[in-house]
Antibody
Framework: EVQLVESGGGLIQPGGSLTLSCAVS????????MSWVRQAPGKGLEWVSI???????YYADSVKGRFTISRDSSKNTLYLQMSSLRAEDTAFYYC??????????WGQGTLVTVSS | SYVLTQPPSVSVAPGKTARITCGGN??????VHWYRQKPGQAPVLVLY???DRPLGIPERFSGFNAGSAATLTLSGVEAGDEADYYC???????????FGGGTKLTVL
C-alpha cells in the first residue's frame, strides 16, 4: 500500500527555518519525481518544488533561494528545508508523487504557521 | 509565467451535468490534469492527460482539451461530488508545475 506521511510542521517566527519530512512507503522516492505542494488556509493549491529521479530540482519563484528539496533513499524520505520564512509561507504543505506530469499520490499534509 | 484560469464556482442540480473550465494560453498543446479536494482532505487525482481516469475514478468523470480551454465534465452529479476542483499543467518551458485557482462545485 502506498503511503506518504508528512511531519515537521508547526509554529515558527518570521525569518526562522523549518524542515519538513515526508516518509514514503510503497515505492522508492529516489526512483520517482517527488514534489511539495502547499495550500494557504482557505486558498488554492500552489506548487512549491520538485526533485526528479535523476536529482534535478526546480522551485517556484516564490520560494527560490529560500527552500531546498532533497531526499534520503536509505530512509525513503523526502525533505523540504525552509529558511527566511515569511507570513505568506503559512500553509498546509503536501508531499506528492508526480507520475506522467500529474500528482497521483498525496500525503495528508502538515501545517506550517509563520507568525510572531 | 503560465496562468490557468478557472471559474470560482459552478452550481448544478443533482443528476445533471457539471462542466468546469480551465483556460490558458494554447492550453490545447499541453496535458491537463484535474484534482478533486473535499474539505479537510488532500487532493485526489481524477483525470490525467486531459481525459484519462485513474483506477477507481468513475466513468462519470470525463475531460476534453483543445485550443484555449480544457473542460472537466461530471455527469449524473451527486451530493458527494461537492468539492473544490483544480486543473494543473506542467509548463515544460520553465520546468514548473501550475495549478488553476480552483472551482467550488455546489450541488443544489
Amino acid at each position: 500500500e502506498v503511503q506518504l506521511v508528512e511531519s515537521g510542521g508547526g509554529l515558527i517566527q518570521p525569518g526562522g527555518s523549518l524542515t519538513l519530512s515526508c516518509a514514503v512507503s510503497g515505492f522508492a522516492v529516489s526512483s520517482n519525481y517527488m514534489s511539495w505542494v502547499r495550500q494557504a488556509p482557505g486558498k488554492g493549491l500552489e506548487w512549491v518544488s520538485i526533485i526528479y529521479a535523476g536529482g534535478n530540482t526546480y522551485y517556484a519563484d516564490s520560494v527560490k533561494g529560500r527552500f531546498t528539496i532533497s531526499r534520503d533513499s536509505s530512509k525513503n524520505t523526502l525533505y523540504l528545508q525552509m529558511s527566511s520564512l515569511r507570513a505568506e509561507d503559512t500553509a498546509f504543505y503536501y508531499c506528492a508523487r508526480a507520475d506522467t506530469q500529474a500528482f497521483d499520490y498525496w500525503g495528508q499534509g502538515t501545517l506550517v504557521t509563520v507568525s510572531s | 509565467s503560465y496562468v490557468l484560469t478557472q471559474p470560482p464556482s459552478v452550481s448544478v442540480a443533482p443528476g445533471k451535468t457539471a462542466r468546469i473550465t480551465c483556460g490558458g494560453n494554447d492550453i490545447g498543446s499541453k496535458r491537463v490534469h484535474w484534482y478533486r479536494q473535499k474539505p479537510g482532505q488532500a487532493p485526489v487525482l481524477v483525470l490525467y492527460y486531459d481525459s484519462d481516469r485513474p483506477l477507481g475514478i468513475p466513468e462519470r468523470f470525463s475531460g476534453f482539451n483543445a485550443g484555449s480551454a480544457a473542460t472537466l465534465t461530471l455527469s449524473g452529479v451527486e451530493a458527494g461530488d461537492e468539492a473544490d476542483y483544480y486543473c494543473q499543467v506542467w509548463d515544460s518551458s520553465a520546468d514548473v508545475w501550475v495549478f488553476g485557482g480552483g472551482t467550488k462545485l455546489t450541488v443544489l
